[in-house]
């Protein structure tokens, strides 16, 4: 047998509903906030997130499924949702369109990674894009975007953190504090930070090692190194979350994996579904669009786990949409009725209402049995009785009453439960 690869997961028609349940929730409130879906590939060309995501994180040095197509490119398949929704924001020209432009998305991701529960190697990720805007009120609205979810399926207990990162201005500063405070002890750190530490020290606060970890823990907060702008627009995306009494807290040691962010960074945290309790993760990223070669446009949004969203969901014993039953279940109980059987529930579908039969020749009592298991409302008995006398038995699974009606009335008797 050909088994899965590691970190995949099947979605199996017996649980695809919670899947349709979230999705339609977060198209929903995408909708009420004024963002319309893109659809971008599945792969793009590597350099997109060389220079998107940025060459110094562990998501493009380390994680990448990369490979040669037949016609020598290099293609790299999605690592995380931004970068193409970038490109397709400049090569379309989206930002000649009256601004801001929202958008969302629901896309496959692909990470090499040590997969754990919460962390796979294809996982999906519901994203929020706004482009346009470099008002502190949108970074608000995306944050409200995401906790309007939560509310929606009903999960309270999720921790938002925020911080800023600051612009490229003030990273200058920054760098130089980290690099003064780091340079005495990278010798203790690992291999990867040592390289960070002259290319990209940021990096170095979002390193998972635990030796690194520990140094990291007293290193230079961005927030104290803020120019005037940034700390004005932090102020008042504190401001906006105070009034629409959206909960936080500041934490400076959020940086986030992804080289794109500035400013805004955020994440909101479940403490019910172990290490990876982040569920969803954003900020701002007024450089992204310039980086991959459109013209400087502020953006900002999000990713949300989808996964982990499933098992937050779970911990907290919450309903996860409802598993499909069919309204009616059709037990024919002589061959002839078969035929009925099949007139009757294209009729019914035909009217809106779902309708099986039996297809696997059981016999009547392992119909009625089955019948029960698929939670089917109602069942119509045909035998040889019922077709002498143009009549139908349907049966209320839920209450048990059966009655005899005629044909005619069966729309009626099934679209009143
Ligand atoms: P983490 O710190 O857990 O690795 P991340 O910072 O890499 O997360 P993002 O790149 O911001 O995560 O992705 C957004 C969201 O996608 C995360 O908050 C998480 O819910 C989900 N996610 C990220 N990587 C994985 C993965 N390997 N498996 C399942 N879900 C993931
Ligand atoms: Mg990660």
Redesign the pocket.
Known sequence: MISIPK?TKDVLPSESYKWHYIENTVREVARLFGANEVRTPTFEHTELFLRGVGDTT??VNKEMYTFEDKGNRSITLKP?GTAGVARAYIENSLFNAPQPTKMYYITP?F?Y?RPQA????E?H?F?VEFYGSYSPQADVEVMSLAKSIFAKLGVKDLQLNINSIGCKSCRKDYNKALREYFSSKIDGMCATCKERLDKNPLRILDCKEEKCKAIVKDAPSTIDYLCEDCKSHHESVRKGLTSIGLEYTVNPRIV???DYYTRTVF??ISTGIGA???????GRYNDLVEQVGGKPTPAVG????I???IMVLESLGLPIGEPYAPTVYIAPMCDKARDVALTIANDLRAKGISSEFDVMDRSFKAQMKYADKLSADFVIIIGEDELKANKLAVKNMKTGEQVEINSQSLFEVISKK
Do not use: A, K, P, Y
Not at 302 to 305: A, R, T, V
């Open positions: 970190g562990d998501i995380e991701v990470r990674e919460g962390r796979l190697r996982h990720q994203g986030r994996g992804l994440e909101f990876q309790g982040t569920v969803c993760g954003g999000f990713g949300m786990g996964e982990r969203l």
